[in-house]
């Protein structure tokens, strides 16, 4: 059975910094592209960033780009995402989602696992 379980987030003033985990089990992990996704309280899923298996080629959601940094570490079957110059419309719970694929990662509406997520509150 996949888990992925998801820590790291917290509440921070805006401009700051927060680094997001999710740690994978029940997969091979190396192999399939990975996503972070977010949902705002209301709103649906929004794509974030996403890492392919093998190449580790990366993708970024506009509004984020520059400011996130997503990568992996196969060794420990853990992803994560580093976020800077955090905004207040980033405030969300974040999830770690798998795709059914290596080469190309999941989008907000066809991963197959997601975890239980992580609140990331960006305000003063």
């Known amino acids: 059975e996949v888990q992925l379980v998801e820590s790291g987030g917290d509440l921070v003033q805006p401009g700051g910094s927060l680094r997001l985990t999710c740690a994978a089990s029940?997969?091979?992990?190396?192999?399939?592209?990975m996503s972070w996704v977010r949902q705002d309280a209301g709103k649906g899923l929004e794509w974030v960033s996403g890492?392919?298996?093998?190449?580790?080629?990366?993708g970024y959601a506009d509004s984020v780009k520059g400011r996130f940094t997503i990568f992996r570490d196969n060794a420990k079957n853990t992803l994560y995402l580093e976020m800077n110059s955090l905004k207040s419309e980033d405030t969300a719970v974040y999830y770690c989602?798998?795709?059914?694929?290596?080469?190309?990662?999941?989008?907000?509406?066809?991963?197959?696992?997601r975890g239980q997520g992580t609140q990331v509150t960006v305000s003063s």
């Open positions: 989602a798998k795709g059914p694929l290596g080469d190309w990662w999941p989008s907000s509406t066809d991963f197959d696992s």
């Open positions: 029940g997969l091979t992990f190396s192999y399939y592209g």
């Open positions: 890492i392919t298996g093998g190449s580790g080629r990366t």
